[in-house]
T-cell receptor, first 116, second 110 residues
Framework: GAVVSQHPSRVICKSGTSVKIECRSL??????MFWYRQFPKQSLMLMAT?????????EQGVEKDKFLINHASLTLSTLTVTSAHPEDSSFYIC????????????FGPGTRLTVL | GQSLEQPSEVTAVEGAIVQINCTYQ??????LSWYQQHDGGAPTFLSY????GLEETGRFSSFLSRSDSYGYLLLQELQMKDSASYFC???????????FGGGTRLMVKP
């Protein structure tokens, strides 16, 4: 199956700093990628849809100026958490649809963000 | 909007069969998917139903009834490694995203 990687897997930062998370599709091209946030023992909440070559689409309640998304190529999307605060500490996961479309999504391994 | 309901926890013994139910309310429906997630890991795709009926993939099967807005995941011959969280997710008519249920934490005991 398709492989999606994320980097870094874990990051600890101080409050007020910015953190960039990369999501790559390794063996296929993805014009669309999705970013999710997951708090402990909770479900995945879609934050935004990343579109190659155009602006991301953000879900209601997600601040686009705080969570900057850039989908510069067909294999890379980045999520930058700007001016991170402790409440932003979470598990961030990206995904990309497989060849069958949205019926099957391939998830990256996730990035555990801890803001001190 | 869309909402999905599934039990929060299920416990079963090794070798048994367990069924995880999912009911959904959606403004548009395209299909129901199931994902498995181990602690600290990423979700992995298990199955997908767009039409009514049962889809079988090895020890796992998934069922959908569109008229009842209901589906389930059936896990047979449970193994300890099946202990994980299982999420149902719907794709809406626009096909533009997945909405996940709250997840069911399955604990398999010896």
């Amino acid at each position: 199956g398709a492989v999606v990687s994320q980097h870094p897997s874990r990051v600890i930062c101080k409050s007020g700093t910015s953190v960039k998370i990369e999501c790559r599709s390794l063996d296929f091209q993805a014009t669309t990628m999705f970013w999710y946030r997951q708090f402990p023992k909770q479900s995945l909440m879609l934050m935004a849809t990343s579109n190659e070559g155009s602006k991301a689409t953000y879900e209601q309640g997600v601040e686009k100026d705080k969570f900057l998304i850039n989908h510069a190529s067909l294999t890379l999307s980045t999520l930058t958490v700007t001016s991170a605060h402790p409440e932003d500490s979470s598990f961030y996961i990206c995904s990309a649809p497989g060849l069958a479309g949205l019926n099957e999504q391939f998830f990256g391994p996730g990035t555990r963000l801890t803001v001190l | 909007g869309q909402s999905l309901e599934q039990p929060s926890e299920v416990t079963a013994v090794e070798g048994a069969i367990v069924q995880i139910n999912c009911t959904y309310q959606t403004s548009g429906f395209y299909g129901l998917s199931w994902y498995q997630q181990h602690d600290g890991g990423a979700p992995t795709f298990l199955s997908y139903n767009a039409l009514d009926g049962l889809e079988e993939t090895g020890r796992f099967s998934s069922f959908l009834s569109r008229s009842d807005s209901y589906g389930y995941l059936l896990l047979q011959e449970l193994q300890m490694k099946d202990s994980a969280s299982y999420f149902c997710a719907v794709t809406n008519n626009a096909g533009n995203m997945l909405t996940f249920g709250g997840g069911t934490r399955l604990m398999v005991k010896p």
